[in-house]
């Protein structure tokens, strides 16, 4: 497997004609799921020498792995891999991922081609092809997703006392008039016990302005990586029951789907930090043997 020289994140930058940005230096991340050698090494030197980083897993079960560990910025996708069969790897990917993913494969009947559209491919390319047009498309499909990004930018959120940025990753105390009435809560939305920390459990209490009541506004509350990334899953959907293995896949990779203590130890302490009254939370709510809803 052919390991990225350096990841961007994904939506930092999009390429034009190429893969790297002259404003930032970072470089879009693309990755083959591909079983032929000879068609991967065709890719890597084609993309490379246009400045894609590239990254290629032979399986789709090594592809779901790598994605999570290295989440690529666009996907180049056969269907007809070793294990598991492409669609499914689309399946699994949609739970968790935005990035463009272009099938490139040889089935091309009418009826592989809406398969995998419909399950979340963003465009196909039958092989044989030619390398200028799949190029051309992996272009066209990164605009595309730049422009859903720039539409797709977050309003800053208040929760509790709280006002959070996802943008700029900040969270600031509010005003007054800006800060939640009451701390009210619904029955049964009750918080997690918050039993078995899982990865990235930190200490107990961060440093920084941690957590509960402080002076005035312009004060900063730190959370960790992980928090952030529940909850940008969570922000991004106002109102949506999310999964409990969406969330854990999303924010640990498939393999900890059914890790369910690592997020109740993660909600209880985003609870802990944001909710005026953690114990009857009003915004960070738990859909008991379902997963979490926000509620703006």
């Known amino acids: 497997m052919a390991e990225p020289s350096s990841v961007s994140r994904p939506g930092a930058s999009r390429p034009g004609d190429g893969g790297s940005s002259s404003e930032t230096g970072s470089r879009t991340a693309v990755l083959i799921v591909e079983d032929q050698p000879e068609l991967v090494r065709a890719l890597q030197i084609n993309l490379r020498a246009r400045q894609y980083d590239v990254m290629a897993a032979r399986t789709g079960r090594e592809a779901l792995a790598l994605a ?125 016990p918050g039993s078995g920390a899982g990865p990235d459990s930190g200490s107990g209490a961060d440093s920084g302005s941690g957590s509960g009541a402080g002076p005035g506004s312009g004060e900063t509350l730190r959370l960790t990586p992980t928090e952030w990334r529940i909850l940008e899953i969570l922000l991004r959907r106002p109102g949506q029951l999310v999964g409990s293995a969406q969330i854990l896949t999303g924010v640990w990779g498939p393999g900890f789907s059914r890790r369910t203590n690592y997020l109740r130890f993660h909600m209880a302490r985003l609870r802990r930090k944001l909710e005026d009254n953690p114990p009857r939370p009003r915004h960070l709510l738990t859909e008991p043997g379902m997963g979490y809803r926000y509620r703006p």
């Open 68 to 192: 999570a560990s290295h989440p690529p910025d666009a996907i180049i996708l056969d269907l007809g891999l070793p294990d598991i069969d492409g669609t499914e790897v689309i399946v699994e990917l949609r739970r968790w991922s935005k990035a463009p993913i272009i099938v490139l494969s040889g089935r091309t009947s009418p009826g592989d081609k809406i398969g995998a559209l419909d399950v979340g491919a963003d465009d196909y390319v039958t092989k044989p092809f030619a390398m200028a047009e799949l190029l051309a498309r992996l272009r066209a499909a990164l605009r595309r997703d730049e422009g859903e990004l720039s539409q797709d930018q977050a309003q800053p959120v208040t929760i509790g006392h709280w006002l959070i940025d996802l943008n700029a990753h900040q969270v600031t105390r509010a005003s007054a008039a800006s800060a939640d009435p009451g701390s009210g809560a619904d029955p049964g939305s009750g918080a997690d």
